[in-house]
């Protein structure tokens, strides 16, 4: 059974920073794509960041909203995904999920095939 586990949420205050880590288990993730999604309150989840490929070869792929500010990246050996967020805004809050393919996509993840529960970030202003 796939589970993907995320971590690393919390409260910052605006200007900060957090890594959120997603642990899968179940399958290897090694080259297929996987990616982030968030939830603010009230709004419809939307797509944060996605990576495809491993340490040789990727491509990543990030909202507009998140450019210059976020990093996402893996360590296929651990099966493991992270994201940095750096330059938090309060319009960052929201429960962000980790998502997963069973493909190695040609774009951003859009239907993804796994999903984890979910971690909050929380930013104040």
């Known amino acids: 059974q796939v589970q993907l586990v995320e971590s690393g949420g919390g409260l910052v205050q605006a200007g900060g920073s957090l890594r959120l880590s997603c642990a899968a288990s179940?399958?290897?993730?090694?080259?297929?794509?996987m990616g982030w999604f968030r939830q603010a309150p009230g709004k419809e989840r939307e797509f944060v960041s996605s990576i495809s490929g491993s340490s040789w070869y990727t491509s990543t792929y990030y909202a507009d909203s998140v450019k210059g500010r976020f990093t996402i990246s893996r360590d296929s050996a651990k099966n493991t995904m992270f994201l940095q967020m750096n330059s938090l805004k309060p319009e960052d809050t929201a429960v962000y999920y980790c998502a997963a393919s069973n493909r190695v996509l040609p774009g951003r993840i859009e239907d993804p095939d796994y999903w984890g529960q979910g971690t909050r970030v929380t930013v104040s202003s």
């Open positions: 179940g399958r290897t993730f090694s080259r297929n794509t």
